[in-house]
């Protein structure tokens, strides 16, 4: 079992910042993946950045590439999603999630889930 706890959503104006964490706890896996989706109201989970536990290996939505940046700290054992340029569209609960294997985008490969933040770009 691997438990997720996310913290960090708010809200914020258009083009502001926000950082969110992922504290990560219980089994430990020779390899593996953490990864941020987002869902806004009405609209399907989506992928938003993923990075490998054991290496540097990052992936990003397109929607959020060059704004958005992941990260993690293994000594905490937390993964971290620093958030720029917010807009509007970015509106969504966001989940961190776990998956046991190497660079996934899709959230049926992810295992665990946390149980998400709200972030809210006002206009």
């Known amino acids: 079992q691997v438990q997720l706890v996310e913290s960090g959503g708010g809200l914020v104006q258009a083009g502001g910042s926000l950082r969110l964490s992922c504290a990560r706890s219980?089994?430990?896996?020779?390899?593996?993946?953490m990864g941020w989706f987002r869902q806004a109201p009405g609209k399907e989970r989506e992928f938003v950045a993923s990075?490998?536990?054991?290496?540097?290996?990052?992936l990003y939505a397109d929607s959020v590439k060059g704004r958005f940046t992941i990260s993690r700290d293994n000594a905490k054992n937390t993964v971290y999603l620093q958030l720029n340029s917010l807009k509007p569209e970015d509106t969504a609960v966001y989940y961190c999630?776990?998956?046991?294997?190497?660079?996934?985008?899709?959230?049926?490969?992810?295992?665990?889930w946390g149980q998400g933040t709200q972030v809210t770009v006002s206009s």
């Open positions: 999630a776990f998956s046991p294997k190497i660079g996934p985008t899709e959230s049926y490969k992810y295992d665990y």
């Open positions: 219980g089994r430990t896996y020779s390899s593996s993946t």
């Open positions: 990075i490998a536990w054991s290496g540097v290996i990052t």
